[in-house]
């Protein structure tokens, strides 16, 4: 399901919080808890590219090569189960990554060689950096597959949204509804805040667009 990029560059206007706020109200868990932003200052929406991780056996697979295979503007999403003591993304890939306009990436895990991330400008949230290689711990066992990240389960087209924030991901089928929301949200916050420059009390702006039930779940 191809999502016009014109819409998920308006998601990235609205941000995390008001789209969090949409899903709350339409009873979509999103939110990945604890995934925080390397590089900060960037915001990302994409379409995820999916790839799970697993512990070596007896005899070693590969941390893979599969971001050949991602396209640009895709966000890879890593389920590496959380795990802290390896890593499962470095330098080159941070560089690949970058060159090849990918959109960014997302960890259950953590990645190294946060130089080049910096140096690259590349957008990348994890849940932490560790200089560990994940080569002969770990191994790529299936790409575009659904996968978990901080409990939330996300789908090969799954759309991802990153920025200071956090992150959170939407399922595809539900775009549309979801945009339609965040839109109204991140609409009558702005009328809000263009009150309260006007003058008035918080209490009197967020009562002008029922602030305190934007994100109440519909019934």
């Not at 979509?28 to 070596?56: D, E, M, R, W």
């Not at 946060?114 to 849940?127: C, L, N, Q, S």
């Amino acid at each position: 399901m191809a999502i016009d990029k014109a819409l998920l560059e308006d998601m990235k206007k609205f941000g995390t919080c008001a789209v969090s706020d949409a899903c709350d109200r339409l009873g979509i868990p999103c939110g990945l808890h604890n995934i925080k932003p390397v590089n900060k200052g960037k915001s990302i929406c994409g379409p995820a590219f999916t790839v799970h991780y697993v512990p070596c056996g007896q005899v070693k697979g590969t941390v893979g090569d599969f971001l050949d295979d991602v396209q640009p503007g895709e966000v890879v999403v890593i389920d590496n189960a959380g795990r802290d003591y390896c890593t499962v993304w470095g330098g080159m890939m941070s560089y690949s990554a970058s060159v090849r306009k990918i959109e960014g990436t997302v960890i259950d895990g953590v990645c190294r060689d946060v130089e080049v991330i910096y140096e690259r400008d590349y957008a990348i949230f994890t849940k932490g950096t560790y200089m560990v290689t994940g080569k002969d711990r770990v191994e790529v066992d299936a790409v575009n597959v659904p996968v978990a990240v901080s409990g939330i389960q996300i789908k090969q087209g799954d759309i991802i949204l990153g920025d200071d924030t956090g992150v959170l991901a939407l399922p595809a089928e539900r775009f549309d509804e979801v945009y339609k929301i965040s839109k109204e949200i991140y609409e009558k916050e702005e009328l809000a805040v263009a009150e309260l420059v006007k003058g008035k009390t918080l209490k009197e702006a967020r009562a002008s667009v029922a602030y305190h039930n934007l994100q109440t779940r519909n019934k």
